[in-house]
């Protein structure tokens, strides 16, 4: 393959107080990627008189997973400075955080972990019961695009990552190490719902979701060439 290669990424927005993104680009594409699809379940309760076979309740859910590589020593060697410099210092591990903190719940100042754990404190310090004066704000995973290539840009949830640490330097910084990635594309329903805490985020998630099912259902009728022509040659002649 000649030319530049495109590289996936994932990219956590934050409020402060603007959206600032924070990405997350591949360093080595994943060779293989599974993509799951998930049908909705019926609008109505089968059996009954009403229901209508082909009746959803939404959106097909859809997952990704696959696995990426990480190594310091090809970010050092590269050069490019300030990957260079934060690659000779801590290895791998600042790439390994910003995955684990697609994890955690993020919201207002003092929400989430830390809000409660503040709290906490604070009551302990001044005798008041947690919660009995002051509400925490509720906790909300971050709103995370899921990058690869041009024709996909869809919001996700990670649902789950395990890392595997396979060298480290003299301080014990991971130097390789591989993640497995597993993410849940949201749907419209959901991030409606993520409008109401956020709406600047929450349309920006929407208008991702919404780019790439419209390049989907272009690509699909794209296809409708293929098939005319497909069906004309079963056709007994």
Same mark, same amino acid.
């Given at each position: 393959?000649?030319?530049?290669?495109?590289?996936?990424?994932?990219?956590?927005?934050?409020?402060?107080?603007?959206?600032?993104?924070?990405?997350?680009?591949?360093?080595?594409?994943?060779?293989?990627?599974?993509?799951?699809?998930?049908?909705?379940?019926?609008?109505?309760?089968?059996?009954?008189?009403?229901?209508?076979?082909?009746?959803?309740?939404?959106?097909?859910?859809?997952?990704?997973?696959?696995?990426?590589? =990480?190594?310091?020593?090809?970010?050092?060697?590269?050069? $490019?400075?300030?990957?260079?410099?934060?690659?000779?210092?801590?290895?791998?591990?600042?790439?390994?955080?910003?995955?684990?903190?697609?994890?955690?719940?993020?919201?207002?100042?003092? $929400?989430?972990?830390?809000?409660?754990?503040?709290?906490?404190?604070?009551?302990?310090?001044?005798?008041?019961?947690?919660?009995?004066?002051?509400?925490?704000?509720?906790?909300? =995973?971050?709103?995370?695009?899921?990058?690869?290539?041009?024709?996909?840009?869809?919001?996700?949830?990670?649902?789950?990552?395990?890392?595997?640490?396979?060298?480290?330097?003299?301080?014990?910084?991971?130097?390789?190490?591989?993640?497995?990635?597993?993410?849940?594309?949201?749907?419209?329903?959901?991030?409606?719902?993520?409008?109401?805490?956020?709406?600047?985020?929450?349309?920006?998630?929407?208008?991702?979701?919404?780019?790439?099912?419209?390049?989907?259902?272009?690509?699909?009728?794209?296809?409708?060439?293929?098939?005319?022509?497909?069906?004309?040659?079963?056709?007994?002649?």
């Amino acid at each position: 393959m000649s030319g530049p290669v495109l590289k996936g990424a994932l990219v956590q927005i934050t409020f402060l107080p603007v959206p600032t993104p924070n990405a997350i680009v591949f360093q080595y594409n994943p060779e293989t990627m599974t993509h799951t699809w998930t049908q909705p379940e019926p609008a109505v309760t089968a059996g009954t008189e009403q229901s209508n076979p082909l009746a959803v309740k939404g959106m097909p859910g859809e997952e990704f997973s696959f696995t990426i590589a =990480m190594d310091s020593n090809d970010e050092i060697a590269d050069g $490019s400075a300030p990957a260079a410099v934060i690659a000779e210092a801590s290895g791998i591990y600042s790439r390994l955080a910003a995955l684990e903190m697609l994890l955690y719940p993020t919201g207002g100042s003092q $929400s989430g972990l830390t809000g409660t754990v503040t709290a906490a404190i604070t009551a302990g310090l001044t005798g008041q019961t947690p919660g009995a004066t002051r509400t925490i704000p509720q906790s909300v =995973m971050p709103v995370t695009l899921f990058i690869w290539g041009a024709g996909r840009v869809v919001p996700v949830r990670m649902t789950g990552l395990t890392i595997t640490e396979k060298l480290y330097d003299s301080t014990l910084n991971p130097t390789h190490a591989e993640a497995q990635l597993s993410l849940r594309v949201l749907t419209p329903a959901e991030l409606f719902a993520a409008s109401t805490d956020n709406d600047v985020l929450g349309k920006l998630a929407t208008t991702a979701y919404n780019y790439t099912l419209s390049l989907r259902v272009a690509l699909a009728h794209a296809n409708l060439a293929n098939a005319a022509e497909s069906i004309i040659g079963m056709i007994p002649h």
